[in-house]
Every structure is written in C-alpha cells, then in structure tokens.
C-alpha cells in the first residue's frame, strides 16, 4: 500500500502510536487525548481502516511492510535530525520491535506492550501451532469461536468441550469487522514473527499488563526484555490496558518514554 494513513494531536516531541488488532484505533482515543497533552501525538492506521478503507480487500500483512510505513510517516512528521517515542501494543508492538531492529537512529525510546510474537519462546513452535488453531477455528466457525480459543491461548489454559458454534463469515462480512481482518490477515503473520537483533543499548522497553501476569503474552515480554538485555515494565490493565485504563496507562506510559 502506497498511501499513507495516520493522526496527529497535541504538542509536544513525537510520539508514534502503532495500535495492535488489524491496525484500527478505535478504542485509543482517551488514552490519546491524555498523552496529547505531553506529546505530539501520531497514531499509524496501517491499513487506513479508520480512514475510509474498511470493507475493502486486504491482504495478508507482515511486520516489516507495517514498519515500513511508520517509517516513511516518521519522515513526514519528524523534524530533520529529530527522533520519536513509539508505543506499540499487542500487534502494532511486533511492527515497533521491527521498525526499532532497522531504524533506530529514529527512535528516542520504543515500548512494546505484550508484543504476540510468541515463536521467540523455548516452546514457541507449540504456542505458533495453537495460534494456527486460533485461525483454523475462525475459519471454520468465525470470529466468536476464534475468541473462545484464543482467550484460551493466551491464558495458557486447555480449550475446553463446548466452545462457541457459528459460522463462517461471508467475505463482505469479513471485509467489514477490524477483528476478523485480525483473525484472518494479521493472526498468524505476526505471532510467528522472529524480531530482528536489535542494537546494543537499544532503547527499548518491553512491558506488560499488571492484569496478564501468569499469562503467555506477559511470559513473552519478559523472554524477549532478558533476550534484548531490555528494561521490562507493568502496566495498568491487562492486553487491552490502553482501552480499560487509558489514562493510567497513558500516564504510566509518559513516565517510562522519559525516564531515559
């Protein structure tokens, strides 16, 4: 994709937001507004589902060609000679992680928040499998089924008998919901990403929410903070602490980005 979509508010040094899911923001705008008071604010739309794309074809993504295009919104935005402060959660943190291996002379300090890229872990080849059963459920019984077992997943628990029934969604269907475009094109993609080696001294924070703890992303964010020789922080919240506590998680968030 050629075009590029993102946001910007506030003032402030640079602040570049990569949303998790399929790349929408919905949901981040309080945490937003309050980071807008100490930043300016860009939230990267990847593949400008917020900006009049949804219900049009999408193809598989990869982190690289998301980073790809925060990078070339990092060159709109960015002063020359200037770096920015990147927040990445969930997927949009597998795309920061990216972004940081081949552009840190960019980046004045990345948080990757639960980053789902669980192929790094000693068991990683199990957790890329469930995770493929993740998106086999989708397939065969949609977006509901696919929670079901990826709730599961994550809180490293057995899928248990009785998991929601539905059906496959119509392509039209498909094309309108964020999340089934999560199921179908960025699932599988993303958590079988490997992060490049990033540079020594990287300023990097992995984090994790408070909520998450005993859960697989939690244990993924610590892998990868000892793996990097990176600091690890908690957040407000669970996976979706942005959304649940988005104005303790932003503060939370202030707090790390300038503690460097």
Request: with cysteine; net charge negative; hydrophobic share 40%.
């Given at each position: ?96 992680l990216d972004l940081l ?11 990757a928040h639960e980053p ?145």
């Amino acid at each position: 994709m050629s075009d590029l979509y993102y946001d910007v508010c506030g003032t402030g040094p640079v602040l570049l937001l990569f949303p998790g899911g399929a790349g929408h923001p919905m949901g981040l705008e309080p945490m937003t507004r309050r980071l807008a008071r100490r930043f300016t604010v860009v939230t990267y739309d990847p593949l400008g589902l917020a900006h009049g794309r949804l219900g049009l074809p999408v193809a598989d993504q990869r982190a690289e060609e998301w980073s790809d295009g925060a990078r070339r919104v990092l060159d709109a935005v960015l002063p020359e000679g200037e770096s920015a402060y990147v927040l990445g959660t969930s997927s949009g943190s597998v795309a920061a992680l990216d972004l940081l291996a081949r552009h840190p002379e960019r980046l004045r300090h990345v948080v990757a928040h639960e980053p789902p890229c669980v192929a790094v872990l000693p068991d990683g080849a199990r957790q890329r499998e469930r995770f493929r059963e993740v998106y086999d459920a989708y397939r065969a019984a949609g977006p509901q089924a696919a929670g079901a077992r990826m709730a599961a997943v994550l809180t490293e628990r057995t899928v248990e008998d009785g998991a929601p029934e539905g059906r496959p969604l119509t392509r039209e269907e498909e094309l309108s919901s964020p999340m089934a475009l999560f199921l179908a094109h960025v699932l599988r993609q993303f958590t079988s990403y490997v992060p490049s080696a990033v540079p020594p001294a990287a300023p990097l924070t992995l984090a994790a929410g408070v909520g998450s703890r005993g859960q697989l992303l939690h244990r993924t964010a610590v892998f990868l903070a000892e793996r990097y020789g990176a600091g690890f922080v908690e957040f407000p919240g669970g996976h979706i602490g942005a959304v649940e506590q988005p104005e303790a998680f932003a503060d939370r968030l202030a707090d790390v980005l300038t503690s460097r």
